[in-house]
């Protein structure tokens, strides 16, 4: 990461009104749901035998930072669009009616196939799980409950309220101390491994991998970078060496690097290639992020991440192969099968339930 600098481009002018969309960011969404996705097949165990289901894991074995990715780029994206006047109440209303509806469908058909196989539910993790505050709750149990995945929304739902309060003093904050903080973010993260051990064995994995305030940290960097591309103060490598640098990192880090090392390295190269391609579309340069099919597959990203580890898991559980896994070509086409229907699922809930919802609760009172 070290040679980054030797590769820096001009400042990015100061955000204009046609930009505001940055459909390449919507086109990296997708990376990022399709990076957890790949996890998530190789450690649900859908291939039974060895030779497959180790190169899927050897792909995707980094692929958890795709929630990191995510919440590096929400950040951005939130500070980069934010609206001039805008008040708090409408901008926590638009949050809210992005993620709520989709959340409450999947919870409660999580919870509707709970009760077919007869699994006991607390009704403590499911009412916390439906106001998404079960990422402040560290027992085992808890903040993996109902949706499993719904985790990342509890800490988005922290991140939202927080950022229109912070937003006036961003903008009035010094550039040398926006730059501290995307420099100091990696270093914090670093600082994560050794520090846990002031905090119960049990408690550890909540502690570095959900607790809230410590995966603000990331989003908070996405903020101090897109406040900085929008004063023009913004320096890195443009997309398509950025772009090399993601690919180098991924392969050397998921090679070479040691765990604990990893979300610090990779919350840099995620940085570089989000702030990349926000310049490819705040310049008009080319950006493959930019077409029409990576732009539609962004969109429903959002309901492709929600929707698909409750696919994988029910209909293994319904087949009898949950835990086991399929034998055989079974095993890499029932990934395929899983990645196609998760993506039609989400394309229908975009559709019907994500567009609709949203336009019915942001409507003008």
């Known amino acids: 990461m070290t040679s980054a600098p030797l590769a820096l481009a001009e400042p990015v002018p100061a955000r204009r009104s046609d930009a505001r969309r940055l459909p390449s960011l919507t086109g990296l969404r997708w990376i990022a749901a399709l990076l957890v996705f790949g996890f998530h097949a190789g450690t649900m165990r859908i291939i ?13 074995t980094l692929g958890l930072s795709g ?39 999947l919870w409660a058909l999580a919870l509707a196939v709970a009760w077919w196989f007869a699994d006991p539910v607390d009704p403590v993790a499911a009412l916390e799980n439906l106001l998404l505050v079960q990422a402040w709750d560290p027992r085992p149990g808890y903040f993996y409950s ?15 309220l927080c950022l229109p309060l912070v937003l006036p003093v961003l903008h009035r904050t010094r550039s040398a101390v926006l730059w501290t903080v995307v420099v100091a973010v990696p270093l914090v993260i670093l600082a994560l491994w050794p520090g846990q051990v002031l905090v119960p064995e049990e408690s550890r994995w909540w502690f570095t991998q959900v607790f809230p305030l410590v995966r603000s940290t990331e989003f908070w960097m996405g903020v101090a970078a897109a406040e900085l591309m929008r004063r023009g103060h913004w320096r890195g490598p443009g997309l398509p060496l950025a772009g090399v640098i993601f690919v180098g990192v991924w392969v050397v ?36 992020l930019r077409a029409r099919p990576m732009v539609w597959l962004g969109e429903v990203s959002f309901a492709f991440y929600l929707v698909h580890v409750f696919v994988i898991m029910t209909l293994l559980r319904l087949t009898g192969d949950w835990g086991t896994g399929l034998p055989g070509w079974w095993g890499p086409l029932a990934v395929v099968g899983f990645l196609l229907l998760t993506l039609a699922l989400a394309a229908l809930l975009h559709r019907y339930v994500e567009t609709p919802m949203m336009r019915l609760l942001t409507a003008r009172r």
Do not use: M
């Open 253 to 288: 880090t998921s090679q070479w690097v040691r765990a604990e090392l990893w979300a610090a390295v990779l919350s840099a190269a995620y940085l570089l290639v989000i702030t990349a391609a926000a310049r490819a579309d705040v310049r008009g340069d080319r950006s493959p």
């Open 48 to 60: 039974a035998d060895p030779g497959p289901q180790a190169a899927l894991g050897a792909v995707f």
């Open 146 to 160: 109902i949706n499993t995945v719904s985790w990342s929304l509890s800490c988005e739902l922290f991140f939202y």
């Open 67 to 105: 929630v990191q990715f995510f919440f590096i780029l929400s950040g951005f994206v939130l500070v980069w669009s934010a609206r001039p006047g805008d008040s708090r109440r409408r901008f926590w209303r638009r949050r809210l009616a992005k993620i709520y509806p989709n959340h409450l469908l």
